[in-house]
Structures are given as C-alpha cells and as structure tokens.
C-alpha cells in the first residue's frame, strides 16, 4: 500500500505540472512543511481512492463518465493507464473521447485518436463510428476518416455498418459545392457504394438519397434515375428528397419534361418538393416558354407556403412581357401578392418597375 502511495504521489505532481489548476492555492504559510492541495487536486484524489485496487475497464468508464470536467476525466484516464496490469479498453477510449468532444477539448480527442489508429487498444464498431463522426466533423481530419474506415475492413471483428456508410456519404456529400468539384468526388461515391454492396450492408431512404444527390449533382442523371429505381430493391420508399434529387438533376440537364414527370409523381403521392426544387422547375420551365406549366408550379408552391424569391417572380414576368403578354404578366404578378404573405412592398414595387422597364423595350 505505501507502494501504491508514493507512485500515486508521484503521478499526481507529474499531472499537475502538466496543466494549470482549475482553481488556485490559497498561500499557504511559510512555516508549513506540505504545500496545500487545490480543490481539483483533491478532487483527483478522491477519484483515484475510489477505484479500488483491481479495477477494470468497466469501473474506469463509469469513474470517466461521471465528471463534469473533461480534463480531470483525462487526468484520471493518463493515471490508470501507468498501472500495473491495468491497460485501456475500447469502451474506456470510447468513454474519454465523447467526454473530450463535448467538452470542445478537440487537440486532446486527435491525440487519442492516433493512439487508437496505432492499435493502443482492441477494435470496436462503436469507437471507430465516433472517430469517424468527430473526423467528419472537423475539416481537415476529412481525409482521417478514410484511414479509420480502411482499418475497419481489415478488421475481422469492427466491419463498417449501415452508420459508417451514412457518415462517410454525409460528408462527401457537403463537399459537393462546386460542379467541376462534384466530379472529384464522384468517384469516391462510386467506390465507397461498390464496397457497401460487396460487403452486405443493406442502405436505407437516407443514404440512397445521398447517392442519387451525387448524381444528379454531377448531371449524371441516368445514374441518379437508376438508383431511384432500385429503391424499392432495399424495401425503401422514395421521399419528397428522392424524387426533387432527381428532378432537379434533369432540369439542370436541359431534360424539363422528365423533370415535370417527376414532379407531378411526386405531387401524386402527396409529397411536398423543397423550395429549392420549385424554384428550378418555375424557373426552367419559363426559360422553356413553358409558362402555364410554370404558373401552375408556382401556385402549388404558394398553396404549399413556400416562397419564392424575386429572381423566380423576375423569371416568370419577363418571360411573359417578352413573350407579348404583358396584361397577364402584371395580372399574375397581383395575384401572387395576394397568395404570398411574405412579398413585402419593397419586393412588390421593385418587381413592378421591373416591368414597366420590360414593356418599353
């Protein structure tokens, strides 16, 4: 026990040289022969007296899960690492990195994630699916991602699962910002699909979405259709985000008609589009001289509270002022601020004069 003792005094300066103290030491007096301990040192202390000799992994997690402090769960979590026949689990990483990320203590969590990339404890789908989630969260830990899903295929034990997939898919998918972009990473699209077939996870709505979004990001839009189509191959329905995917892809494409197609389907089955995808098919639609078509999409958009902004009204009065139809293009405009509660007047005149300009072209 003394033993115990003096490795343990040992460890605690080393710990509380490392960091700054949450709270200071009150002065003590000259004449005292022992310093006084700070609060967050007797805290340490009192945790480490509470794990009785021959813990576990299991009594470390709950001794990690139970503070407030993130970096005393550290300190507890580097002490009981340096006992004898003692060495972290999965479950006591896993335990400490959720307590280091919510605590925005993100340098210490990558520590901790090159110690289990370097095999400092035994493989676990759940460990690996955080890793993943916090790497995707932090923009240039995006390629780290990679590396722990590569580790998790040579695993015999941690296969990726339907959540790697959503979370590797999820952050490809925000770096789809730009076209001549998209098509870089496409092809890890592509890949990581081929790979989750192969390997027998079944995908749901949400990642099969993702895959046609990629698509149809890139104006493949045969390839996004023919994923639409294998929905129901995996026992999922296609959503409101399935079929606006897919018609947005093909206005974008030049392909109107198949997109209209699409969008009455999706109306005949109730769902609502985004206002994004109204907004392309109105929009496509008057660039086409299609305006009963686009004036009919506008309207259920306005029945749907979904409102458009002045560049789809300017798209629609122009086109019908260039076309010679400038009576109903200011009769259109009329009805649309009575439908719209949100056109204020600022929108209202600035769409009128822009008329009024058109008509004396």
């Known amino acids: 026990m003394a033993l115990v003792t003096k490795r343990f005094s040992m460890f605690r300066s080393l710990i509380f040289t490392r960091r700054q103290p949450l709270f200071h030491a009150r002065p003590c007096s000259t004449t005292s022969t022992s310093p006084s301990k700070t609060p967050s040192e007797k805290q340490f202390e009192t945790w480490v007296h509470t794990l009785k000799p021959g813990f576990t992994p299991s009594d470390v997690a709950q001794a990690l899960q139970a503070q407030s402090d993130p970096d005393m769960a550290l300190d507890i979590f580097r002490w009981t690492s340096q006992q004898r026949n003692y060495s972290h689990t999965s479950l006591t990483y896993l335990t400490l990195i959720k307590q ?36 995707c969260g932090r923009k240039f830990l995006f390629n780290r991602s990679f590396d722990i ?32 972009v998209c098509y870089v990473y496409l092809h890890a699209v592509r890949s990581l699909t081929k790979q989750m077939k192969a390997s027998g996870v079944i995908p749901d709505t949400f990642v099969l979405n993702m895959i046609i979004k990629a698509y149809a990001k890139c104006l493949e839009v045969d390839e996004a259709i023919r994923v639409f189509r294998e929905m129901g191959l995996y026992g999922c329905e296609p959503n409101a985000y399935s079929y606006g995917y897919v018609a947005r892809g093909l206005c974008e494409k030049g392909r109107v008609e198949q997109g209209l197609g699409f969008y009455r389907e999706m109306r005949g089955k109730g769902l609502v589009p985004t206002t994004s995808t109204f907004v392309i098919l109105v929009c496509s639609l008057s660039m086409e001289r299609r305006f009963e078509d686009a004036i009919e ?64 072209e």
């Open 297 to 360: 999409v506008l309207f259920d958009m306005l029945g749907k509270h979904r409102s458009p902004d002045h560049l789809t009204y300017k798209t629609v009065l122009e086109g019908l002022c260039r076309e010679g139809r400038a009576d109903q293009a200011f009769e259109l405009l009329d009805e649309c601020k009575k439908r719209d509660g949100s056109m204020g007047e600022k929108m209202y005149k600035g769409l009128l004069n822009e008329l009024y300009l058109v008509c004396r």
């Open 149 to 180: 899903y590569k580790k998790m295929l040579s695993s015999p034990d941690s296969k990726p699962n339907l959540e790697t997939y959503s979370l590797l898919f999820n952050s490809l998918l925000r770096r789809f910002n730009k076209l001549n």
């Open 100 to 135: 280091l990320i919510a605590g925005r203590r993100y340098r210490h969590a990558e520590t901790l994630l090159e110690e289990v990339l370097a095999g400092a404890c035994d493989a676990s789908l759940p460990l690996y699916n955080s890793l993943i989630r916090f790497c």
